[in-house]
């Protein structure tokens, strides 16, 4: 009995030791615009975040582009109005690797802050390689959030914390409806 409460109180100090030298992962997104860089939850967001890094690692999102952007004025079919660019590697979607699990803001505590990146999707458990970045706080986008009718929200996975001014920039270019023209091009995604 003895021996079990001892080897718990060791596996218990070893998972708080190896969860504290977990760290963020940073990325760098190196656009024409100018460079984003992103720190990603890999402990809150685990599931979503680790989608998003594959896609980094496999160089999936060189050559891709910031191609959507939202603001007020282009939304006039939806009544909850939200603000961000979009990005992805449209083109290459064929490569897209199989829809993870929606990760819920209920369940990781991450929002839909200033300069949150998070999934695209469609229906819950439908979030591939697509992904945006938040320009000012859209709690809509949140679990009970109104802008998905499903009332289930989007993966938040991370927060933009150096390039807020390009994210801005590329959010108030020129767009034809929603489709930024001339795209954003997104030369490379590395780790740093």
């Known amino acids: 009995m003895r021996?079990?409460?001892l080897l718990i109180g060791l596996l218990l100090l070893c998972s708080t030791l190896f969860a504290a030298d977990e760290k963020p992962v940073h990325v760098l997104l190196h656009t024409e615009a100018g460079d984003i860089e992103l720190?990603?939850?890999?402990?809150?967001?685990?599931i979503t975040a680790a989608n998003f890094i594959r896609y980094v690692d496999r160089g999936f999102y060189d050559g891709a582009t910031f191609f959507r952007t939202l603001t007020p004025s282009n939304q006039p079919q939806n009544k909850v109005k939200i603000e961000v660019i979009?990005?992805?590697n449209e083109p290459r979607?064929?490569?897209?690797?199989?829809?993870?699990?929606?990760e819920r803001t209920s369940e990781t505590g991450?929002?839909?802050?200033?300069?949150?990146?998070?999934?695209?999707?469609d229906g819950p458990d439908s979030a591939t390689s697509e992904f945006f970045i938040c320009v000012g706080a859209q709690p809509e986008l949140d679990f009970g959030g109104r802008r998905n009718p499903d009332?289930?929200?989007?993966a938040a996975f991370g927060r933009v914390v150096k390039g807020m001014d390009?994210?801005?920039k590329i959010h108030e270019s020129p767009a034809e409806g929603q489709r930024l023209r001339?795209?954003?091009k997104i030369i490379s995604v590395k780790r740093l």
């Open 86 to 88: 979009q990005g992805g």
């Open 151 to 154: 009332g289930q929200g989007f």
């Open 110 to 121: 991450l929002k839909h802050v200033d300069g949150a990146i998070s999934m695209a999707r």
């Open 166 to 168: 390009v994210v801005r």
């Open 93 to 102: 979607e064929k490569e897209d690797l199989p829809p993870i699990k929606l």
């Open 3 to 5: 021996r079990s409460f």
């Open 39 to 46: 720190e990603i939850d890999t402990v809150h967001a685990p």
């Open 182 to 184: 001339p795209e954003i």
